[in-house]
């Protein structure tokens, strides 16, 4: 099994949310899709991104996406894939000297419609580089086309106090775990957020395919960090029936998957 295959990625419109490496798995599995399964995949965002021009064969910023997608399928020629500018940014605007606009879920609903891409990679809510997240009342920006969602948090949290260090919005985890600020996170705490209506599956439709990640697993006991939140998570939700350990700056990313 390959990282694509383990957080059913392979195809659709596939969202990441939540915090500790959702830039960093949409790159990853740009880079591994196009090399494997989905030659035209898409990397875009429903929310503000960092520039990542570096990450993807080229950025289009334009208003018409699905235009510039069937320019960029035929090179003009009619022939599919004519030009190879795979995998293909998407954005809308520059909204300031660090980041790209998110397109409204509305037109991602029309690249997903179009046809033209096989795979549509959408950042739908941010977390200001923290590793542990959990959504405010505007998060996340989820398409109706979104096939998976893909929430995220690093292991690195488990063990550190609740605190903007490491946590964005660190009094929406504490409303939804009963902790208070400055305790210490417990596995259960991850998973209970992960696991959560107002944590990582907030908005997620009833056709939509979970598949929590968790993310930063760089030694023997970050790996048994995860496995404890997995195992718990694996037990709290409903929306869950599997669970992703992995560390996505690695050239293979796949640690585990617990079912």
């Given at each position: ?104 879920n509305e037109i991602i609903d029309e690249i997903d419609a179009s046809g033209e891409a096989d795979l549509v990679l959408v950042k739908a809510d941010g977390a200001r580089m923290r590793d542990f997240k959990a959504p405010d ?123």
């Amino acid at each position: 099994m390959n990282i694509l295959e383990a957080l059913r990625a392979e195809s659709g419109t596939v969202c990441t949310v939540g915090a500790g490496g959702k830039k960093t798995t949409l790159y990853t599995l740009a880079s591994h899709a196009t090399e494997d399964v989905a030659p035209r995949t898409v990397v875009t965002a429903s929310v503000r991104i960092p520039f990542f021009d570096s990450h993807v064969e080229r950025v289009d910023v334009t208003e018409e996406p699905v235009s510039a997608l069937e320019e960029r399928a035929d090179g003009g020629t009619g022939t599919s894939d004519a030009n190879g500018d795979w995998p293909l940014g998407l954005v809308p605007e520059r909204a300031d000297e660090e980041r790209y606009g998110g397109y409204d879920n509305e037109i991602i609903d029309e690249i997903d419609a179009s046809g033209e891409a096989d795979l549509v990679l959408v950042k739908a809510d941010g977390a200001r580089m923290r590793d542990f997240k959990a959504p405010d009342d505007h998060e996340p920006q989820l398409p109706q086309c979104t096939d998976t969602v893909i929430p995220i948090a690093s292991t690195h949290v488990v063990g550190e106090p609740l605190s903007t260090e490491l946590v964005h919005r660190p009094e929406l985890v504490a409303d939804i775990t009963g902790l208070e600020l400055g305790e210490e996170i417990r596995p259960a705490d991850v998973a209970a957020v992960l696991a959560s209506e107002q944590g990582g599956v907030k908005d997620v439709s009833e056709d939509a395919t979970v598949v929590p990640l968790l993310n930063k697993v760089d030694d023997e006991a970050l790996r048994d960090a995860g496995v404890e939140i997995a195992t718990e998570l694996l037990e709290r939700s409903d929306h869950v029936d599997r669970v992703v350990l992995a560390q996505m700056i690695a050239d293979d990313p796949l640690v585990d998957v617990l079912e």
